[in-house]
């Protein structure tokens, strides 16, 4: 099993920004790629940004680019996000999942990120992230 603990969350105005930490512990040796998710009240959980456990490989929602960027501290079995440029809509509950190897998998053969929430196999208890107008 994979546990992650987010923090980082927080009331922030326009324009500011806010670090989002996720330790993972437990079989890291088993994950292939770890992600940010985010979801606002009424709507779907959607990818944010993702990255391969390597941390050679990024991906991220078009709605973040050249805002926010996904790291990977590899000596802290730690994920960042790191949220610049911060708007209103940015506003939600963020969660940290992990995405375990699976041989069976074509996306992982190929090295690709997957986006789908449904893939994810271990996910984060979620931190607040407010922005305010």
């Known amino acids: 099993q994979v546990q992650l603990v987010e923090s980082g969350g927080g009331l922030v105005q326009a324009g500011g920004s806010l670090r989002l930490s996720c330790a993972a512990s437990g079989r890291t040796d088993t994950v292939y790629a770890m992600a940010w998710f985010r979801q606002a009240p009424g709507k779907e959980r959607r990818i944010v940004a993702a990255?391969?456990?390597?941390?050679?490989?990024?991906d991220y929602a078009d709605s973040v680019k050249g805002r926010f960027t996904i790291t990977r501290d590899n000596a802290k079995n730690t994920v960042y996000l790191q949220m610049n440029s911060l708007k209103p809509e940015d506003t939600a509950v963020y969660y940290c999942?992990?995405?375990?190897?699976?041989?069976?998998?074509?996306?992982?053969?190929?090295?690709?990120?997957?986006?789908?929430?449904?893939?994810?196999?271990?996910w984060g208890q979620g931190t607040q992230v407010t922005v305010s107008s």
């Open positions: 999942a992990a995405d375990l190897r699976d041989r069976y998998s074509t996306a992982q053969a190929m090295g690709v990120l997957i986006r789908a929430h449904e893939e994810y196999d271990y």
């Open positions: 990255i391969s456990w390597s941390g050679d490989t990024t």
